[in-house]
């Protein structure tokens, strides 16, 4: 994959995870869905983050 592709991904996953997590705070707030699909969003963050900073070490 090439560093234009990777970086292409990465905003695409960043856009969708901002898409998400947008949509869930229209659930209502004490659900427990809403709690789940929070703290997957969360990971999915977390993972998206972990992911071009590995990337940005391997490129430096």
Do not use: C, W, Y
Not at 19 to 37: G, I, T
């Amino acid at each position: 994959m090439s560093s234009l592709e990777f970086d292409a991904a990465i905003t695409g996953a960043r856009e969708a995870a901002s898409a998400a997590s947008f949509d869930v705070q229209k659930l209502p707030e004490d659900s427990v869905e809403r709690q789940a699909l929070h703290n997957l969003v969360t990971a999915i963050d977390h993972l998206i983050q972990a992911v071009d900073q590995q990337a940005a070490d391997t490129d430096a």
